[in-house]
């Protein structure tokens, strides 16, 4: 089937052409006591649906999907001139910190590749598309922090690229210095956007129901 007749979303994650994109469960993004929370970023979105995110890259697991996870480091050495003026000296997410390293439950498990970037999207100055295109992966779903930020330049990144994006909801989290109730805006934006520039807007739920159809239709 070729790329630009893979319109359905059945069509789009079959296991054999889709990856699993976990962006940035990092301590420091996550965890009440990381960086991110001590400089005034409300994370709790990103606590509510980490252990969705959990169970269901669990259950890709389960089903044999192609997981892949990033996370971000800053170093003054390697991140672009631009993120170091914006951002000031490293302070968040440095090489060997404990808020560098994957929050429990995110740990990466054999087989599972690691990227590990610099800026917020995925694609810039990694090898995450040779990793796909190896794959033959036509498709990504896209799940961790920042709709709007880090998950957000990997998916719009992937989509320029050629890549079918994927965007489970349920499975992505906003977090800002306003609060939840601004989290939430920023969130409905960013699955807006998304939805109508994108890709595909849907559940965890969903993926998981048309990959166990799928399975059911290959074992009948």
Known sequence: ?????????????????????????????????????????D???????????????????????????????NDAAQNPPSWYAFWGPPAVTLEGSWGADFAPGFEPQEGEPVVTKYTYGAFTGTNLDNILRRREVKTLIVTGTGPSICAGD???????????????RDCLASFTVKGPEFNRI??????????????KVVTSEEILRVWDAQAESRSA
Do not use: W
Not at 1 to 29: G, H, P, S, W, Y
């Open 186 to 199: 920023v969130q409905d934006v960013a699955m807006y956007i998304l939805e109508r520039h994108y890709g």
């Open 43 to 73: 994370l709790s979105m990103v606590q509510e649906i980490a252990p969705r995110l959990a169970k269901f890259i669990q259950e890709a697991r389960q089903r044999g999907a192609f997981i892949v996870h990033t996370r971000v480091i």
């Open 1 to 41: 089937m070729k790329a630009f007749e893979m319109t359905t979303l059945e069509e789009q994650i079959a296991l054999d052409r889709c990856a699993l994109l976990v962006i940035d469960m990092q301590n420091d993004f996550v965890s009440p006591d990381g960086m991110m929370a001590r400089f005034g970023f």
């Open 154 to 168: 990997t998916m719009h990144q992937g989509f320029a690229l050629g890549y079918h994006i994927v965007a489970p």
